[in-house]
């Protein structure tokens, strides 16, 4: 089935530990994106990729890195979780134009402890 | 000031009722608009874009107020079916990496 697909969908993580959060997409989007979503924040950009082998920073980036290696892969991975970055992860893709759907994957929930 | 803001809910309807949901924005050089659903515990997924004119989908019409900087949605003949928080979303130009813009979502309760 086409789409995104996200790893793990939940995770519970001790302060300090390194995370990598996983998610593919099989639709042959350009662009891909990361978003945390918080209570009484909203859904905000983590970091994002235009295309393959580039990347930018979104609205809330510190202590989120990213790679795009490929069209398909766009993991995001948290070098030594804190406890403010228990949230919920999406990530999404799209074409590109402004004009594009965003795709949203299922999620992955993240505690810090 | 936030980028999107909309109406703080919850929103409490008995079927089949008309509500309206508000949403301002604050760049003017946002691009595009949309709204956007999501269940609870679940990914928001697209339920339409809005356009200068005004876009109808069945029981949803959406409009969009480029002066104004506004943007409403209103569902008729509300169902069930229909709860959920709906997320007022618009980007910025392609140039600050074509970003989608969220609201903090307006949720919707449809009680029988």
């Known amino acids: 089935i086409a789409g995104i697909t996200q790893a793990p969908t939940s995770q519970i993580l001790a302060a300090g530990r390194r995370m990598t959060l996983r998610c593919t997409q099989d639709m042959r989007h350009n662009a891909m994106y990361w978003y945390r979503q918080d209570l009484g924040l909203g859904l905000r950009l983590i970091h994002y990729s235009n295309t393959a082998g580039t990347t930018g920073k979104g609205e809330v980036p510190d202590g989120y890195s990213v790679s795009r290696a490929n069209t398909d892969d766009f993991p995001l991975t948290l070098a030594s979780a804190v406890p403010s970055q228990t949230s919920v992860y999406f990530c999404?893709?799209?074409?590109?134009?402004?004009?594009?759907?965003?795709?949203f994957g299922p999620g992955t929930r993240l505690t810090v402890l | 000031r936030k980028e999107v803001e909309q109406d703080p809910g919850p929103f409490n309807v008995p079927e089949g009722a008309t509500v309206a949901f508000n949403c301002t924005y604050s760049n003017s050089a946002s691009q595009s608009f949309f709204w956007y659903r999501q269940d609870c515990r679940k990914e928001p997924k697209l339920l339409m874009s809005?356009?200068?004119?005004?876009n109808e989908d069945g029981r949803f019409t959406a409009q969009l107020n480029r002066a104004s900087q506004y943007i409403s949605l209103l569902i008729r003949d509300s169902k069930l079916s229909d709860s959920a928080t709906y997320l007022c979303v618009v980007t910025s130009p392609w140039g600050q990496g074509g970003k989608l813009i969220f609201g903090q979502g307006t949720e919707l309760s449809v009680k029988p």
């Open positions: 809005v356009y200068s004119s005004g």
């Open positions: 999404a893709s799209s074409d590109g134009r402004t004009t594009d759907t965003q795709y």
